[in-house]
């Protein structure tokens, strides 16, 4: 938006100071599907004369939390009424992981979970497995039946199963 305004000098302001850092070549990009989104917005940097990336925590963004909160005090009289929901179509490539079914029958995070909730691995985990295991249940956590995962920016992700996905997408 900002270069279809003609803008030349730009300040972004963002609750990530590792996105930040990022950008800017300061750090190493470890997470691969983050790896395109980073390379894209250098790529837009150059469309500027001057950018400027500044970190602001969360607890002092107020401006990023203002809309969600009035958005959660706004009650519609309708409770049929959904808002339109506008879906714009890009020319670029877009990135996403696919998951299939396992063939047991289990969701894929079936080990994590259960390392998680009682810290036990499957009886025919070799060690190389139950290491990963490990390593790979430091970015997840759950609540109630619920496992989600973190991102690099702290944000959340709910793990689903095949038929949930399924679910999701219909």
Known sequence: MAIDMNIHELLVIRDSDL???QVQGEWAVKNPKITPYVQYIQKLCKKFRKIEFKHTPRTQNKLADAPATIASMIKHSDTSYIDPL???????????????AEPDGLPWYFDIKKYLEIGTYTENATFNQKKSIHRMALNFFASGEILYRRTPDLGLLRCVDAREAAKLLE
Request: a neutral charge; charged letters at 20%.
């Open 19 to 21: 996105l930040i850092h």
């Open 86 to 100: 506008n879906i714009e179509v890009k020319k670029q490539p877009v990135h996403c992981s696919h998951v299939e």
